[in-house]
T-cell receptor
Framework: EAQVTQNPRYLITVTGKKLTVTCSQNMNHEYMSWYRQDPGLGLRQIYY???????DKGDVPEGYKVSRKEKRNFPLILESPSPNQTSLYFC?????????????FGSGTQLSVL | AQSVTQPDIHITVSEGASLELRCNYSYGATPYLFWYVQSPGQGLQLLLK??????LVQGIKGFEAEFKRSQSSFNLRKPSVHWSDAAEYFC??????????FGTGTRLTIIP
């Protein structure tokens, strides 16, 4: 089954403790992206990647890192999480160049930073 | 810069009634427009999209949307809603490449 898998689904952590949210897709998609969803703000793009070793900032990249060493994986790294990063995070992938046409989303990761 | 406005935060509709969710966009060229639906605890699913051609587009689950360039709008409609349509709906505008901007969403509640 074609899917985007995020782990964990729920995560509670404390300020300053490094964490990684994993994202994997099994569709051989070139494009992958991370979004955060906050009430009243909709989805905002954090980082995206158009292929292996190619990443770029979205609208809200501060406090986040990503890497794209393999085509299928696109982990989101919070080196020193802060409470304002408490949010619902979504990973998405798409074939290139149909990025906007066939965007597949994961089920989300609810992160709480205390 | 592209942007999307969904003026209604929350809409309540009776089951069987018609539905219209509003979306206004700002984009310099011909936009790529989308509607996504998010059911509770789920990721987003594409309902429909508009790139060019016929301004009335049909999507899944009986939804349709009409692109009106003069009004910069792309409203979502459904003639008769079902309880299973309760969800959050997001309008989005794209530049045809990697940039996709979402609206803030409209939460739809269905009452019996």
């Amino acid at each position: 089954e074609a899917q985007v898998t995020q782990n964990p689904r729920y995560l509670i952590t404390v300020t300053g403790k490094k964490l990684t949210v994993t994202c994997s897709q099994n569709m051989n998609h070139e494009y992958m992206s991370w979004y955060r969803q906050d009430p009243g703000l909709g989805l905002r793009q954090i980082y995206y990647s158009m292929n292996v070793e190619v990443t770029d900032k979205g609208d809200v990249p501060e406090g986040y890192k990503v890497s794209r060493k393999e085509k299928r994986n696109f982990p989101l790294i919070l080196e020193s999480p802060s409470p304002n990063q408490t949010s619902l995070y979504f990973c998405a992938s798409s074939p290139w160049p149909e990025v906007n046409e066939k965007l597949f989303f994961g089920s989300g990761t609810q992160l709480s930073v205390l | 810069a592209q942007s999307v406005t969904q003026p209604d935060i929350h809409i309540t509709v009776s089951e069987g009634a018609s539905l219209e969710l509003r979306c206004n966009y700002s984009y310099g060229a011909t936009p790529y427009l989308f509607w996504y639906v998010q059911s509770p605890g789920q990721g987003l699913q594409l309902l429909l999209k508009y790139f060019s051609g016929d301004t009335l587009v049909q999507g899944i689950k009986g939804f349709e949307a009409e692109f009106k360039r003069s009004q910069s709008s792309f409203n979502l409609r459904k003639p008769s809603v079902h309880w299973s349509d309760a969800a959050e709906y997001f309008c989005a505008v794209g530049d045809g490449n990697e940039k996709l901007t979402f609206g803030t969403g409209t939460r739809l509640t269905i009452i019996p």
